[in-house]
């Protein structure tokens, strides 16, 4: 069996296709990661869903940025965008069921065997691979729950705290959610900057989320993830795997096979969906 993972597919159906036919994915003994942004920006966002929920248990996807906006507007919460293309999904005759797929994806996955855990953004420095899941599990019994919408609704008028709010605070699961799918730049002590996308940061003390001499959860697993699509694939770090290679900018997507000694890179070059800036 070989398990690969992929990057941000954000809707771009052909890409996808294109990169699985050329690693001969089979799913009845193969398995494909997602590091989430499944939708929205490409033009086939119901077409990634069809195909991802049909691969059943071959295939784990874990919840991106895209993806909750998603979840937001079918709960009847949050802004729309002009750059949004996940109508399709919207309108869809089985959009229940896609839905219900979609907010049943995790926010972490973590392979101990493998010794991989996958997160669409990043990690806080501060947290061990255990009070990540901890964090991660929270917010998924809520998106899992009778109750999602009005998570959603709550989710779509909060402002993210740059740092972690105290224990019992309620604020501080939507911290943990930031992290999770926002996650760029950030101190060590772990005060985020949620606005940051460049890949240079805003001042000398912030550091990409990996980039600290102390990370709790580093001697626990290695890392892969997506959503920095400005920073590029980064295959050049023993604890890290970037995987957003900007494919609906007119970049590549990227996947990488991680049941191997050192993680084999394939790619497919993708035709732009959007403009930059």
């Known amino acids: 069996m070989a398990v690969y993972a992929v990057g941000d597919i954000q809707g771009c159906y052909k890409p996808l296709k294109k990169l699985l036919k050329k690693v001969a994915f089979d799913p009845a003994r193969d398995q494909l990661w997602c590091v989430g942004d499944l939708i929205n920006r490409g033009p086939e966002s119901l077409k990634v869903l069809h195909y991802l929920k049909s691969l059943g248990g071959a295939c784990i996807a874990v919840m991106g940025n895209h993806d909750l906006h998603l979840l937001e507007q079918a709960a009847g919460a949050g802004r729309s965008s002009e750059r949004d293309t996940f109508d399709d999904v919207l309108r869809a005759p089985d959009r229940d069921e896609l839905i219900e ?139 890290v795997l970037g995987l957003d290679s900007g494919c609906v900018w007119g970049g590549r997507l990227t996947l990488a096979r991680l049941d191997c000694e050192t993680p084999e890179i394939t790619s497919v070059k993708c035709k732009a969906c959007q403009l930059i800036g």
């Open 101 to 239: 797929w979609l907010r049943h994806r995790p926010l972490l996955h973590h392979d101990e065997n493998l010794n991989w855990c996958m997160v669409h953004a990043g990690l806080h420095p501060a947290w061990t691979l255990e009070k990540a899941k901890r964090r991660a599990g929270k917010i998924e019994r809520k998106l899992q729950g009778d109750n999602w919408k009005k998570f959603c609704l709550k989710l779509s008028n909060t402002r993210f705290p740059a740092t972690e709010p105290p224990k019992g605070k309620s604020r501080r699961t939507f911290f943990a959610l930031a992290v999770l799918t926002y996650a760029r730049y950030c101190t060590w002590t772990g005060s985020f900057n949620w606005g940051a996308v460049s890949i240079k940061p805003a001042s000398s003390r912030q550091r990409p989320w990996f980039a600290h001499k102390q990370l709790a959860w580093k001697k626990s697993c290695r890392v892969v993830y997506g959503h920095w699509a400005a920073k590029g694939l980064v295959a050049n770090q023993d604890h």
